[in-house]
């Protein structure tokens, strides 16, 4: 595999952007808008009604955010007329054949102009409505690929998919391809036609009965979750995801086609500087109620392996392997984690978030410092149940039987400890298999990249995505705890 200056190769090109506001866009459009301001124009789109809910989505969402500032330093009072020439924002939705875009003359730009398409349009909730994550997920992804089969002159198509689209898989999990209809289950042949004829009749039959959107919405969520398990996948996030796969590979033809399958995805690791992160992700919610002193326990198997991989490095893998298979009728798949080359167990994540939390302690709202104590891992589910039925669940029947007594008094304290009860153990019920995951990611094809790149000589220092270099104790009480707490609990 040979590679040539990734500058070189981005200097001048039209990219589109899709899901644009989204974490890893975000970080992926300032990387190229840093690194190569010669770019031709990066096309972003946005789901908006119109040119003027784009332009407020993206002032407010995405250029006005902390990690543009190094280029809003570099570029001074120069810098609205530079995003000016680079920028241009596309109303529209990915759920929707030719993307929603509805402005004609913009299409056909956009299919004259497009030299690559970097789809990260996603809905990442593990439960989310099946309508909506079958509309982004699976069915964006093939109208992304009929987008690009319009462009007269693109050289890579590029999806951001998810490592955990191999379910609950155990072992070495191989970066290989589905194939249409597949599922986990080895019986039964997936037909994602039939699901989306599943929903929509499940959606009429809804509304055809009068039914609030709030159970709407709750139906659709348990539909989601009721079929991603009938084919072998734990929830709807994964399971769309999947299926978006799938249709890629089959449909693709001769487009190039790269596919990323990031694992946990974490804070920067260096640039645009360390620690940059936005929103509460997977391992946060952990941080957060370890921190604050309410996670006294922790579910899970102490020597699983936690797959965890830095925006950055995800975002310099997308633009390496973009580059390495432009123009190429390829479909290539590349795993872009830690778990194999530099692996980090979950019983020492929960050592660096003590030790941190005990040198940096939590101050709350009323200025007390909150003193964590290590607690202790409760390593199976059986072991998770005995403790919720003595801490929780006997306490809640003692406080029923007082409301009784005083006329229920206490009627809104039972009500709210018994629904975050059952919160926590839908919670526990999604995550449950990423708690005691039995796998590791192998990234034998993306070493072969980073060979490729290393002997190319090329922009290596800047386009770095080798997870040994971390060091996690490093990363996690230096990087990223303070960068959360900083730009996400501020």
């Not at 941190?356 to 003193?371: A, C, E, L, M, S």
Request: glycine share 6%; with cysteine.
């Amino acid at each position: 595999m040979e590679l040539g200056s990734i500058l070189q190769f981005l200097e001048s090109k039209t990219i589109l952007v899709t899901g644009a506001t989204g974490f890893l866009a975000k970080i992926f459009v300032e990387k190229i808008l840093r690194t190569q301001p010669n770019v031709g124009k990066i096309f972003l789109l946005l789901r908006a009604a119109d040119t003027r809910s784009a332009k407020q989505r993206f002032h407010d969402e995405i250029i006005s955010k902390e990690l543009f500032r190094p280029l809003r330093e570099k570029w001074g009072a120069n810098l609205d007329a530079f995003i000016l020439e680079k920028i241009a924002l596309v109303p529209g939705d990915i759920s929707y054949e030719d993307l929603g875009v509805k402005d004609s003359k913009l299409r056909e730009e956009m299919w004259g102009q497009l030299d690559v398409i970097v789809n990260m349009a996603a809905t990442t909730n593990f439960d989310e409505r099946y309508d909506i994550a079958l509309g982004i997920n699976t069915l964006g992804a093939k109208n992304a690929l009929n987008f690009a089969k319009k462009c007269a002159k693109l050289k890579a198509l590029l999806h951001v998919s998810t490592a955990y689209v191999c379910g609950e898989k155990e072992g070495l999990i191989l970066e290989e391809p589905f194939t249409m209809g597949e599922t986990l289950i080895g019986a039964s042949q997936l037909d994602i036609n039939h699901e989306k004829e599943l929903v929509e009749e499940r959606l009429n039959e809804l509304q055809a009965e009068g039914c609030t959107e709030e159970l709407i919405t709750s139906t659709m969520k348990d539909m989601g979750i009721q079929r991603s398990r009938m084919y072998g996948w734990p929830n709807t996030y994964v399971y769309t995801k999947a299926m978006g796969e799938m249709l890629l590979g089959h449909f693709k033809e001769n487009v190039p086609l790269v596919i990323i399958r990031p694992t946990i995805i974490t804070s920067t690791y260096e640039e645009p500087f360390p620690g940059w992160v936005e929103g509460v992700r997977t391992i946060d919610s952990v941080l957060i109620g370890y921190g604050k002193g309410k996670l006294n326990c922790l579910l899970g198997d102490p020597e699983s392996i936690i797959d965890l991989i830095p925006a950055d490095m995800v975002v310099n893998t997308m633009i390496v392997a973009m580059v390495a298979h432009a123009s190429q009728p390829c479909e290539k798949i590349y795993h872009a984690g830690s778990s194999l080359r530099n692996p980090l167990k979950l019983f020492h994540l929960h050592e660096l978030f003590f030790i941190y939390f005990r040198h940096n302690p939590w101050i709350d709202k009323h200025g007390n410092t909150i003193r964590v104590s290590k607690g202790r891992f409760l390593s199976t589910i059986a072991g998770f149940h005995r403790y919720m039925a003595i801490c929780y669940l006997l306490p809640l029947k003692g406080l029923q039987l007082v409301n009784m007594v005083f006329c229920q008094f206490f009627k809104d304290i039972h009500m709210d400890l018994n629904q975050k009860i059952k919160l926590v153990k839908r919670y526990v019920e999604l995550y449950k298999p990423y708690l005691f995951f039995k796998a590791v990611f192998d990234d034998m094809q993306l070493e072969k990249l980073r060979r490729a790149a290393t002997e190319s000589n090329v922009e290596g220092d800047m386009f770095y995505f080798d997870p040994k270099c971390i060091d996690w104790e490093e990363y996690f009480i230096k990087t990223h705890v303070p960068g959360f707490i900083k730009h996400v609990m501020k």
